[in-house]
């Protein structure tokens, strides 16, 4: 099923690799834990359930590093436990910045055969990396349990995917697909995958005041938090929802969005939903809003 697997760009899995897979374990492939929460009835039998959300993923590999020699098998082991290390990851990729409280985490990616795109998630090392072997030889097996906070799939579009069925002013770019929405304006996307998607906004200026991103699926509008912001002409704001995350003209401000209390809304899968751009002033037509997300799966 796995026709590539990688840990940031260390190929652990497919063809053509020094590091094969022999198990996924069953979060690889099926679907995070649900936390559970089912409070008894306090004056009949039973219980409530209350269970709404899913908790963390967490993905147990095994595989074997594959060397021409003992020592080249120990260095590529060494090389695939660095892979993995702690606190070592994307440290200046801002969309899973504060996720881990900050800590850089890793991307595990994955295209699985039959399908033509990369899916990745953040993880972070949750046991401790195991290699049982204590004779030597060239074929070293390993194991390690991996754990992602976010425990969605996000799929990796390619510049030259065809994105006419996410909507007609929809592009794909860095991975993403985007709109690109003037101040006053609206369009109609389609998100995809089968659980819903949180976006990247992008925020150019000039404007006074406020920034508002509105969602309406069909059934209800769903207004964005409003930001209390001002934007000269040229400068821009980035809020990652994924992890509330403010950055202006790259940049971390922690000022501008407040972490409790701020919920932005999610794309939902597989439905068209119409998004507009407002602010509190300022029509110039640098005033834009670029929205990007990717399909996500549980």
Request: glycine residues 10%; aromatic residues 8%; proline residues 5%.
């Amino acid at each position: 099923m796995i026709q590539s697997l990688y840990i940031d760009d260390l190929q652990i899995g497919g063809e053509g690799g020094d590091y094969r897979i022999t198990s996924s374990g069953p979060g690889f492939f099926g679907g995070p834990i649900p936390r559970t929460n089912r409070p008894d009835r306090a004056q009949r039998d039973g219980g409530i359930d209350l269970t709404y959300y899913y908790g963390p993923r967490v993905i147990e590999l095994q595989g074997i590093v594959v060397g021409t020699s003992v020592s080249d098998a120990l260095d590529k082991l060494d090389a695939l436990k660095l892979a993995f290390r702690l606190n070592s990851g994307l440290v200046n990729d801002f969309e899973q910045l504060g996720v881990n409280q900050g800590a850089p985490l890793h991307a595990l990616k994955r295209k699985l055969i039959g399908r033509d795109y990369f899916e990745q998630l953040y993880v972070s090392q949750d046991a401790s990396f195991d290699a049982p072997m204590d004779i030597p030889n060239k074929i070293i097996p390993w194991g390690v349990t991996l754990v992602a906070s976010d425990p969605r799939w996000y799929q990796i579009h390619e510049e030259d995917e065809d994105t006419s069925p996410y909507g007609d002013d929809v592009t794909s770019s860095g991975g993403y697909l985007q709109v690109e929405l003037l101040h006053g304006t609206d369009t109609d996307v389609t998100a995809g995958g089968n659980t819903p998607a949180l976006p990247w906004l992008t925020a150019q200026g000039p404007f006074d005041d406020f920034m508002r991103v509105e969602m309406d699926d069909g059934t209800n509008p769903i207004e964005s938090d409003e930001l209390d912001l001002d934007l000269g002409d040229g400068n821009n704001v980035d809020i990652v929802t994924r992890t509330r995350l403010a950055i202006k003209n790259q940049t971390i401000r922690h000022d501008i969005v407040n972490r409790q209390e701020t919920d932005w809304f999610e794309l939902p899968a597989d439905d068209e939903v119409n998004l507009a751009f407002t602010t509190g002033g300022g029509t110039d037509s640098g005033t834009v809003c670029r929205i990007r997300w990717q399909v996500a799966r549980l």
